[in-house]
């Protein structure tokens, strides 16, 4: 059909007793009802024309959101081609495909940017680069557990989502952060010490702020808006898998491969060695 019109604008088929038709065919009852879909004009050659037009485009087949994002970019596409006559498409779901289609870099954007925040801040607290990063990690682990786990639980990826996710992080650096923090400080020697130290005073808190958390959010599970169940869902699992990162994967990882690298105690520890063998 575009190229049928094409060859025919191309070769002036379109004469001027066409609009008479035209405001005869708009003229009667039966049809008046597309009278505002036109608007006329006066024409270059001084004789009264269609200016401005719409008309509307049947699509089925766009209930997913990839199926919205391709028709937007087709229709789109197939009106730049045309930039002599100004042609807009518009659809109220534009409005939404417009902003699925920057969801994802946006979400990419924000979250490294948070967790080089986060990075930093870890760095200036805790001042040993491997255990930072062991920091960002686990933090960069808990929002890909958040994120998958929406899936799971039917939570689009949006922009309510994208904020509760950007959010999530400042829940999850709590856990990694303090655990962490814990176990450098110690006063213990061995790694498994150390652990058990950090456990010992951080882990029933880091529990109970968990726990105190969930609870005061959980009031919102059964509220009938997307918004505030998308911000539950994103709270209760960033404070869910934070707390397994904290409790268990954190543990297990500093214990294994941050074993006196990052300690804060391994400079005196060395002097009064030497004190003592002199």
Not at 42 to 69: E, W
Request: hydrophobic fraction near 50%; glycine fraction near 8%; proline fraction near 4%.
């Amino acid at each position: 059909m575009e190229r049928y019109y094409r060859e025919e604008l191309k070769e002036g088929i379109v004469d001027g007793s066409i609009y008479d038709t035209a405001q005869h065919f708009f003229a009667t009852k039966f049809n008046d009802q597309w009278e505002h879909d036109v608007v006329w004009g006066t024409m270059p050659d001084g004789t009264k024309g269609i200016t401005k037009f719409r008309f509307l485009v049947g699509m089925r087949g766009i209930s997913r959101t990839s199926q919205q994002q391709e028709t937007t970019f087709l229709m789109r596409d197939v009106a730049a081609r045309y930039p002599d006559y100004n042609v807009t498409t518009f659809m109220p779901l534009w409005l939404f495909t417009d902003q699925y289609a920057l969801v994802i870099p946006n979400t990419i954007q924000n979250i490294v940017i948070a967790l080089a925040v986060m990075i930093a801040i870890a760095i200036a607290l805790i001042p040993q680069p491997l255990c930072a990063f062991w920091v960002a990690f686990a933090i960069g682990s808990i929002d890909v557990g958040v994120i998958g786990f929406m899936t799971l639980w039917s939570v689009n990826l949006d922009a309510i989502s994208m904020i509760t996710i950007i959010m999530s992080i400042g829940f999850s650096v709590d856990y990694a952060a303090h655990i962490t923090y814990g176990y450098v400080s110690a006063k213990e020697t061995t790694p498994g010490g150390r652990i058990a130290s950090a456990l010992g005073h951080l882990g029933w808190p880091l529990t109970q702020g968990a726990l105190s958390t969930i609870i005061a959010v959980g009031v919102l599970a059964n509220v009938p808006s997307y918004m505030i169940q998308t911000f539950f869902k994103t709270v209760f699992l960033a404070i869910v898998i934070g707390v397994i990162h904290g409790l268990i994967f954190l543990p297990v990882v500093l214990s294994v491969f941050v074993r006196g690298s990052c300690i804060l105690g391994d400079v005196s520890l060395s002097d009064s060695k030497i004190v003592n063998s002199k």
